[in-house]
């Protein structure tokens, strides 16, 4: 008997599956645990802008379609590439621990955010990214980028960029830690809903690995990965729209934080709530109404044109 992880064949796509595995093998799981390396589109199209793809899971389809066809059992993704809405007859098991949730600029000259020089260039693949830094930087220029971590650095090394944002959690998870010039704070710079976190899918039928799978999740961030999903999925969000999220616990209670800016960043609504921790989805749903009672739905759909 084995259990069969599908994954992005990235290096970083790589770690995550090879966390899970190991969290399986240490559990005690009696199956033989594998990786199926899949390609997709996200990988395939390196020259389109991430916000054009809409809701389609581009990161993502691929490596869940696997699991329906029975070529594989689970699926392992970055959690903040996981659209809300999964494929049909698939569902979000649970979720690794957390790691850190920041974003993190990558300067060659060391100069952090407030020191890089007036119309620097900046490569983000994200447009919330994009938003943020022009929110607190209007004078920046904001470039594309696309491509797994090894890449982009590497286009930043080649003088393609003054700078470059990307999440400390997979920079840090690649041994590249040191490359990072400075952590931007969640203060002003929330993350991406599940930035940080790996999430786990598997056939909604298949009860006996969704307990083995549950065996491995990491409570906390299997709450917060709850509540920021709801609160983006009734935003009506996605990679097509800056939207910022993130869950905080504190004891039996999660603080959820959320912001909505327009694309340039001059317009933004954010707003925080606190709830109980056992009811995420009650929290993401009520502060994604709060938001959108504020007028949050004009900047989505505007991000959207």
């Excluded at 992005?8 to 990786?35: F, N, V, Y």
């Excluded at 850190?100 to 407030?114: F, Q, R």
């Excluded at 109404?289 to 044109?305: M, Q, T």
């Amino acid at each position: 008997m084995t259990i069969t992880l599908a994954t992005r064949s990235s290096p970083l796509a790589l770690w995550q599956a090879r966390r899970a595995q190991e969290l399986l093998t240490s559990a005690g799981a009696d199956e033989e645990i594998q990786l199926l390396e899949v390609q997709s589109s996200g990988d395939i199209d390196l020259s389109s802008q991430l916000a054009r793809f809409g809701k389609i899971g581009i990161f993502t389809a691929e490596v869940d379609q696997a699991v329906v066809e029975g070529r594989a059992d689970v699926g392992v993704h970055s959690m903040k590439d996981l659209t809300t809405v999964l494929t049909d007859g698939m569902v979000l098991a649970g979720a690794l621990a957390r790691g850190p949730v920041e974003d993190a600029l990558v300067s060659p000259s060391g100069k952090g955010l407030d020191r890089l020089p007036q119309g620097a260039r900046i490569a983000t693949g994200s447009i919330r990214r994009a938003a943020m830094l022009l929110r607190v930087r209007p004078d920046l220029d904001i470039g594309p980028l696309r491509g797994n971590v090894a890449t982009r650095l590497s286009k930043l090394d080649a003088g393609e960029a003054d700078a470059i944002i990307l999440a400390r959690a997979g920079l840090e998870r690649l041994g590249l830690g040191g490359r990072i010039t400075e952590i931007l704070d969640t203060e002003r710079f929330l993350p991406a809903v599940g930035q940080g976190i790996v999430g786990l899918t598997c056939r909604a039928s298949d009860t006996d690995l969704r307990e083995t799978l549950a065996t491995i999740a990491d409570r906390q961030a299997w709450i917060s990965a709850r509540a920021e999903r709801t609160l983006l999925h009734d935003l009506q969000g996605g990679c097509s729209a800056p939207i910022g999220g993130h869950a905080v616990h504190d004891g039996d209670t999660l603080i959820l934080s959320a912001v909505v800016l327009s694309v340039d960043g001059r317009e933004f609504m954010e707003r925080s709530l606190r709830g109980p921790a056992a009811e995420p989805e009650v929290l993401g749903q009520a502060l994604a109404r709060e938001l959108l009672d504020r007028g949050a739905g004009r900047l989505v759909e505007a991000a959207r044109s």
